[in-house]
């Protein structure tokens, strides 16, 4: 069973910036597909990024191109999704998820996820 720790939310500034990370408990990610996805109070979970397990291929939500980045470290422990530009309407329990393929492409939508994490809060507030 792979167990999923996102961590790096808080509060911070309109404008300001986060680094959040993904890790596995006892285990690296190689072979995994890993999803960002967040929450907002009445809303619908709704997809952020992604990126593949095989090239590190992306794919980003149209309303975060430019601003947020998913990156993956060398030695496949960790998937970041940096935040820049955050907005107060950013706010929301970001969480990652994993699905173990070898498929160049990742999968954008969350029902293609079978591991979730419990998710890291981002509050973006004056």
């Known amino acids: 069973q792979l167990q999923l720790v996102e961590s790096g939310g808080g509060l911070v500034h309109p404008g300001g910036s986060l680094r959040l990370s993904c890790t596995a408990s006892?285990?690296?990610?190689?072979?995994?597909?890993i999803g960002w996805f967040r929450q907002a109070p009445g809303k619908e979970r709704e997809e952020i990024s992604c990126i593949a397990s095989a090239r590190d291929s992306t794919s980003y939500a149209n309303y975060v191109k430019g601003r947020f980045t998913i990156s993956r470290d060398k030695a496949k422990t960790t998937v970041y999704l940096q935040l820049n530009s955050l907005r107060p309407e950013d706010t929301a329990v970001y969480y990652c998820?994993?699905?173990?393929?070898?498929?160049?492409?990742?999968?954008?939508?969350?029902?293609?996820?079978?591991?979730w994490g419990r998710g890291t809060q981002v509050t973006v507030s004056s």
């Open positions: 998820a994993a699905l173990q393929t070898s498929q160049s492409l990742c999968a954008t939508m969350s029902l293609h996820y079978p591991y």
């Open positions: 006892g285990r690296t990610l190689e072979g995994y597909a």
